[in-house]
Every structure is written in C-alpha cells, then in structure tokens.
C-alpha cells in the first residue's frame, strides 16, 4: 500500500458501528478503508463486551442450572466442578471466530484493514500512527470511535483489583468477594457471572433504583429476583472511598440515612458508565464541534459541523448500543452514497443478560409521567405462561402501555425468560407504529414464551384469557 491512498470514505473505529458503515460503503461502491488501533476486529463489543460477557453468561447458567436446577427436572448429575480455564478458552474462541470472521468480511468487501492509531489532520486527511504509519486521504471521513469505561475518582484501574468491565472476563480464579460499583447493566450482567460461579457479589449503587431511569415496576421485581438469588445491594449508598492492601480491597461508603459502610473484598469492579471515547483523533483540532459531555455533535444524517466528517455510535448522543451503532453506520454509509437513510430510535430494544432477562423498548411508566403522556397498562406474568412452566423459569412478567386514544404502543418491557428474544416482537411493532390490538390480534404459536406477550396486549382492555 502507498504512502499516502485516495478514499472515498475513511471510517476510524472496527466497532459494530465502524466496520458495519465500512461493509456497506462497501456494497455501494466506495472505496473504504478502516482503520483500527487494536490488533483485532470488532471493538469493544467483539472483544472485550458484548460477546466475550454473553459467552460467560450462558456459561455460567450452565453451571448454575448443574449444580441447582437440574434435579427438578429428574436428572441426577452428581457433584459438579468447574473448569474455569476451560470456560475462558471457550469465551475466547468464541470471539477469535467472530474476529477472523469480521476480517474476512472486510476481504470479501475490499476493505483496506489499517491497523494503528487515527489522527484526523484535515477535514479530509487521516494519518495512522503505529503498524502501518499512513498518510490517508478521503472523500468523507466517519468517525466510529466508541467508548470507554468511567472510573472512578480517586479509584484509577490497576487491572487487578480495581478493574473495569474487561478485567471482570480474565480473572483466572473465581473471586471469593466481588464488589461491583454500579447496578446498571453491566454491573448485574458481569455480577450474575461470578455470583453463578461462586462468589459473593455486592452491589453498591448510588442511585436508589436499579437501571437509573428504567421502569421502576420492573427494577423492584428484578432487585427481589436478584436479591433472592444471593446478591446483595445497598441502594442509595455512595462511594466515598476505595482502598487497596495485600489482600484486596475495602470500599468505603455511606448511606442514603448517613451511616457508613466498610466492605472488603478481593477486587472491586467499578461499571459506573462509559465516556465518549474521542481524545486524540485530532477531531477538536480540526474544528469539530463537541457538546459538554464530550461527545461529538451532529446532526439528523450523522453530519458533524465540517461537512466532510460524519461520526455515529457511543461518540455520539444517544444510547451506547452495539446495534444502535451498527444501524447508524448503515444509515450513514448510505447517506454518503446519496441515498436515504435513517434509524428509528423509538424502535431501538434494550435488554439486560441477567437471569431473567430485562428487555424493553419504547419508555416505561416514569418516563411517559415526566412528559405528561396518559397511558394504560396491560400485564402478564410468565407464571400464568404455560412454556415457562415447563421451563421451570416462571419469573417475571412482560408489561405494555398504550396510548388510551389510538391505542398505539408506548412501551413493551419483558422481565423474564429469554426476554432478549422475546422483545424483537414489539420491536417490530414499533417499527410499523403498531397498536396493543394488533399484538393481541396476532397468532402466538401454542406453548410458548411469546404468548405472555399476546395476553399483556389483550390486558390493555383486561380481557386476558388465560388470567
């Protein structure tokens, strides 16, 4: 490859977002080169998030149903050990395969893989830093950064004993004690791991709901489920200090009624969020407009304000949502070739891979409260559902709120089994501005999960049957 290489488009980031736009530049006929500093494809989410985490979650629900559930169910299994360095490289292969399998994409594709650091220079100039030290020029140029965890002041990550969320898929031994800062997502997810393979998981969460800003019907019933299954929460509880010795860590903290807490363990994971992750891609030098936050503004087709330079994803406004970047990057691939493109955020699903699942799309109560919205309520709980009955996971409920006048859709959100799969139904239905009526018009194929669905729609007019 020459010095210096003429682009139609530069997109800096692998992510879901980043090599996702590259592929369909791509398909349109551009000449696309993406360039990643890490020495593997996917990002964050393939490598260090999303994957490698949903990997050791149904890992480990394997080894918890073993050890706890199979005997209802009639089979004796005798004592059951686990093999952590075997439940590792599984995780690992896992994601080795889906990289080469990403890598192969961009070949398929003819996308010039560039490996090293991007640093925008001009509005259509890229120099690489590192493995292949370029001189890059394009068209246009998308920036498909991501994100990085927040630490915690005072509480730097030492990848030991203060980690963050990739740290939390390596330890090498199951922790004794496992102190988690933070009850959103990833602080349950990555809790539920360790807490299903043996160690004593607590949560210390300012806030006094999980999931800040979600439903709150929904995040008491899953705090009870959570609590029950053996974590342990101080809600309301602020961190006011973290302490390494030789043998872990002791969290300082106070509560919400003023009385302070000391809890030791061997390492603490902090997930109190992500940040835009943009220093150093020289976008502030160059003139790119950035909001207080730190993340790159741009307008309703991912324009920033240099017209030639585009971003999408976590260094954007919005949810940091690994198939919310990767529809943006779609919808920015093809408005850079001139064609439509857009992403529809009301029909974005949210889903948490704890056990049960948490997924939702649209808003929950509190949320049409602030806005002023009338809504009624449908509900359904998976204990009146005949498949998780025989699934013997009859936790949860699946919740829906409509608009009282038209009926149209509001919010859907599933706390239970396979809540992940379950939520692509009313996503669809958003997508198409459906009305509770529809759900509950569509035939439900007889047993399964997606029936409890059916009979919360017919709830918005309390003509459940099977209730």
């Given at each position: 490859m020459p010095d210096e290489t003429q682009y139609d488009l530069i997109v800096i980031g692998a992510g879901p977002g980043g090599y996702v736009a590259a592929i369909r530049a791509a398909q349109l006929g551009m000449k696309v080169a993406c360039v990643e500093k890490d020495q593997a494809l996917g990002g964050t989410c393939l490598n260090v998030g999303c994957i490698p985490s949903k990997a050791l979650?149904?890992?480990?629900?394997?080894?918890?149903?073993?050890?706890?559930?199979?005997?209802?169910?009639?089979?004796?299994?005798?004592?059951?050990?686990?093999?952590?360095?075997?439940?590792?490289?599984?995780?690992?292969?896992?994601?080795?395969?889906?990289?080469?399998?990403?890598?192969?994409?961009?070949?398929?594709?003819?996308?010039?893989?560039?490996?090293?650091?991007?640093?925008?220079v001009s509005p259509n100039e890229v120099r690489v830093a590192g493995g292949d030290n370029l001189h890059l020029r394009g068209k246009q140029i998308l920036i498909a950064s991501g994100s990085e965890p927040i630490p915690l002041p005072g509480a730097e990550f030492d990848g030991n004993k203060i980690i963050d969320s990739a740290d939390a898929l390596e330890f090498k031994k199951v922790p004794r004690h496992l102190i988690v800062i933070g009850a959103g997502v990833v602080g349950l997810e990555l809790g539920s791991v360790w807490l299903r393979l043996g160690s004593q998981v607590t949560v210390v969460e300012l806030l006094p709901a999980l999931l800040a800003g979600f439903d709150k019907e929904i995040t008491r019933t899953a705090l009870?489920?959570?609590?029950?299954?053996?974590?342990?929460?101080?809600?309301?509880?602020?961190?006011?200090?973290?302490?390494?010795?030789?043998?872990?860590?002791?969290?300082?903290?106070?509560?919400?009624?003023?009385?302070?807490?000391?809890?030791?363990?061997?390492?603490?994971?902090?997930?109190?969020?992500?940040?835009?992750?943009?220093?150093?891609?020289g976008a502030g030098e160059i003139g790119v407009a950035f909001d207080k936050q730190g993340r790159i503004v741009v307008d309703g087709q991912f324009r920033t304000n240099i017209p030639s330079v585009y971003a999408i994803g976590d260094v954007t406004a919005g949810p940091m949502l690994a198939h919310k970047a990767s529809e943006e990057g779609i919808a920015a691939a093809e408005i850079i070739a001139?064609?439509?493109?857009?992403?529809?955020?009301?029909?974005?699903?949210?889903?948490?891979?704890?056990?049960?699942?948490?997924?939702?799309?649209?808003?929950?109560?509190?949320q049409l409260k602030e806005q002023g919205k009338d809504y009624k309520i449908g509900k359904y709980p998976f204990s009146a559902n005949p498949r998780a009955k025989t699934m013997g996971e009859t936790d949860g409920l699946i919740k829906i709120l409509a608009d009282p006048r038209t009926d149209r859709l509001l919010g859907v959100l599933v706390l239970g089994p396979r809540a992940s799969d379950v939520i692509a139904e009313a996503a669809i239905a958003f997508e198409f501005n459906?009305?509770?009526?529809?759900?509950?018009?569509?035939?439900?194929?007889?047993?399964?999960l997606s029936e409890a669905m059916k009979e919360a729609a017919l709830g918005i007019d309390k003509r459940q049957i099977h209730l």
């Amino acid at each position: 490859m020459p010095d210096e290489t003429q682009y139609d488009l530069i997109v800096i980031g692998a992510g879901p977002g980043g090599y996702v736009a590259a592929i369909r530049a791509a398909q349109l006929g551009m000449k696309v080169a993406c360039v990643e500093k890490d020495q593997a494809l996917g990002g964050t989410c393939l490598n260090v998030g999303c994957i490698p985490s949903k990997a050791l979650l149904e890992s480990s629900e394997h080894y918890h149903m073993a050890q706890t559930g199979l005997a209802g169910h009639g089979i004796q299994v005798g004592q059951v050990k686990l093999d952590l360095a075997t439940m590792m490289a599984r995780k690992d292969k896992i994601v080795g395969e889906l990289t080469r399998g990403v890598a192969g994409l961009f070949k398929k594709n003819k996308i010039d893989w560039i490996q090293g650091t991007a640093r925008l220079v001009s509005p259509n100039e890229v120099r690489v830093a590192g493995g292949d030290n370029l001189h890059l020029r394009g068209k246009q140029i998308l920036i498909a950064s991501g994100s990085e965890p927040i630490p915690l002041p005072g509480a730097e990550f030492d990848g030991n004993k203060i980690i963050d969320s990739a740290d939390a898929l390596e330890f090498k031994k199951v922790p004794r004690h496992l102190i988690v800062i933070g009850a959103g997502v990833v602080g349950l997810e990555l809790g539920s791991v360790w807490l299903r393979l043996g160690s004593q998981v607590t949560v210390v969460e300012l806030l006094p709901a999980l999931l800040a800003g979600f439903d709150k019907e929904i995040t008491r019933t899953a705090l009870r489920i959570f609590t029950k299954q053996g974590m342990t929460f101080h809600m309301g509880t602020k961190v006011t200090g973290v302490t390494k010795n030789k043998s872990g860590v002791t969290v300082a903290a106070e509560d919400a009624d003023g009385k302070a807490l000391s809890i030791k363990g061997d390492a603490v994971l902090v997930a109190i969020g992500r940040r835009p992750y943009a220093g150093g891609l020289g976008a502030g030098e160059i003139g790119v407009a950035f909001d207080k936050q730190g993340r790159i503004v741009v307008d309703g087709q991912f324009r920033t304000n240099i017209p030639s330079v585009y971003a999408i994803g976590d260094v954007t406004a919005g949810p940091m949502l690994a198939h919310k970047a990767s529809e943006e990057g779609i919808a920015a691939a093809e408005i850079i070739a001139g064609k439509p493109g857009h992403v529809n955020y009301e029909a974005i699903p949210w889903i948490v891979y704890t056990w049960p699942e948490i997924a939702w799309v649209g808003r929950g109560e509190e949320q049409l409260k602030e806005q002023g919205k009338d809504y009624k309520i449908g509900k359904y709980p998976f204990s009146a559902n005949p498949r998780a009955k025989t699934m013997g996971e009859t936790d949860g409920l699946i919740k829906i709120l409509a608009d009282p006048r038209t009926d149209r859709l509001l919010g859907v959100l599933v706390l239970g089994p396979r809540a992940s799969d379950v939520i692509a139904e009313a996503a669809i239905a958003f997508e198409f501005n459906a009305s509770a009526e529809d759900l509950a018009r569509s035939v439900h194929a007889h047993p399964t999960l997606s029936e409890a669905m059916k009979e919360a729609a017919l709830g918005i007019d309390k003509r459940q049957i099977h209730l």
